[in-house]
């Protein structure tokens, strides 16, 4: 994980860095001390009962994600990023500058107006948060500075949350919490002067100030790309869940556990180093890109271990008074809350990071932080909806712990739904746990591949599992052109057919099925996708390279694009190959997680990959390694 913690040195993430995480380590200290303060001492301050006082404080800090959010991300659009954040910083020193003269004049008007400013400083930094770090980062930095990025955000908040309720508790005057507020607020305006430049992409962009009708436009940009709407309603769903969990810990601790205040400091800490974990292995797992197959691992996770806390939730241990922690650690039970909570945070970050990582790559630049903002509002919308809907279910008599399972249950069956709509995300989950779970896969010249338009992939073919090494390696979903018989293999058939490949036949067997297969393959190419075609015509039989046939050059003849030579080298004599006259004949032939390298070599113009150019640079790009 060293390679994500370098970013940590270099000026272009770490005072963008410190930045947010100031920002949401203040948001949770005013909003914790404030709660705290309410909950204690209703009675100072107004006639409304503690329980009505704190879902009010929660629905007054969300409120402004659902007005502001669209201007939001139509300023940071327009505008350069680094000023932005410092502005927001500057906004955030007077709220707390609000916030004091709320407590000197004991005004619960005046603090509640604070939270609603903080709100609103939440709403406008959260556009300039992720569309500032495609501009910053490389596309191989992305994962690991998202990663960066979600686990600070929850140490924060952690943190934030803490140090809120201790001022509360603690100092004699609660105008303290805003000075100490207002000195955290500053430190991140200080550091927000080290964020370089990064210039808006739509500087002409005209303003709309109706929140109406420009949130509708964003959510209308977001949904004209299919993956990245359905990536912001998978992020959504994230912070419904985990919002959904976090809120239950007090009463859960009280009435379930029988712990007091510091079991749900512990409980949240725990949840919130999964979360801060999880994100941080993304980089390592995903190999530095953006691997949509750890969503549907993440999912699986949340679903597992949601339904274990149901089952782990310990009867009859709530009594009248509230257990010391030193005593509940000493309960077995209490080790397989805490360890289904740490999973549920690992678990979690393997769901949102590549999601957030999507979402920047696959937006159109003019537009990345009016999508984000369309995201925001998203979020909020959903974190509302699961609010209302857990109390309703608790209302009617449900327990917190069966709570939990029903919302584990309802995750699988989102999951399924969201998977179905997009099968990409299963497909690149499926392909990455093949890969991962009998190889050691080692990439070169991956930049080689164009992020956008039509290309034509030619890689060697020494093994039945090719083309799924190939869909685990690249980042762009390529659709392979295979034999038709492929399609009838379990496994190989489901990934191929989903993955929406492109069946073929020979001539002499069914030239209907051949016309058809070069007419879908020019219109994939017309509509600008990748097309991966393994010339050879089928797996070799003794390790060598194979006459390469002239099916390219129909396909190039028809359109033009460019040419990727790619080599696969280590598959020769692994259980796929055909190494003894017919393949998978010996199980772990070549034992575990054996050494296999891609090499990706650079755009052939399509007017010279003629089937022996091809065939030369695909050899010399595998040399003598098979």
Known sequence: MSGQFTLLKQRRFAPFFVTQFFGAFNDNLFKNALIVLLTFQAAQWTAMK?????NLAAGIFILPFFLFSATAG??????????????????????????????????????????????????????????ILPQHLKTDELVGGNALIEAGTFVAILLGTLTGGLLAGTVEHPAWIAAGGFAVALAGYLASWGIPAAPPPAPELAVNLNPLSETWRNIRFARQNRAVFLSILGISWFWLYGALFLAQFPAYVKNVLGGGETMVTVLLAVFSVGVGAGSLLCEKMSGKK?????????????TLFGLDLYFASPVGLAGLTP??????????????????????????????????ALVQTRSEESHRARIIAANNIVNALFMVIGALAAAGLLELGLSIPALFGVAALINAAVAIYIYSLVPEFLLRFIAWLLVKATYRL???????????????????????????????????????????????????????????????????EDPAMMEQAFATISQALQDGHLIGIFPEGGVTRDGELQTFRPGISRILAADPVPVIPMALRGLWGSFFSRIEGRAMKHPFRRGFFSPIELCVGPPIAPADATPAALQARVAELRGERK
Not at 50 to 54: N, R, S, V, Y
Not at 290 to 302: A, D, Q, R, T
Not at 443 to 452: A, K, S, V
Request: charged content about 15%.
């Open 290 to 302: 953006v691997e949509i197959g750890l969503v549907p691992f993440g999912s699986i996770g949340l």
């Open 50 to 54: 503690p329980e009505l006082l704190a």
């Open 323 to 356: 257990q010391p922690l030193a005593v509940l650690l000493t309960t077995p039970a209490i080790w397989r809350v805490l360890f289904d909570l740490l999973m549920l945070g690992v678990f979690g970050g393997f769901f949102i990071v590549p999601l957030y």
């Open 74 to 131: 139509q300023l940071a659009d327009k505008y350069d990023k680094a000023r932005l954040a410092r502005l927001v910083k500057v906004l955030e020193m007077v709220i707390m500058g609000v916030a004091a003269a709320g407590f000197f004049l004991h005004s619960l008007a005046w603090l509640l107006t604070a939270l609603f400013l903080l709100g609103c400083h939440s709403t406008l930094f959260g556009p300039v948060k992720y569309a």
């Open 442 to 508: 080692r990439c070169e010249g991956l930049e080689n591949i164009p992020e956008e338009g039509a290309a034509v992939l030619v890689p060697n073919h020494p093994s039945f599992v090719d083309a799924v090494i190939l869909m685990g390696a690249v980042r762009r979903p390529i659709r392979f052109v295979m034999d038709h018989q492929v399609f009838k293999t379990p496994l190989l058939g489901f990934i191929f057919r989903h993955g929406h490949a492109i069946p073929i036949a020979p001539a002499k």
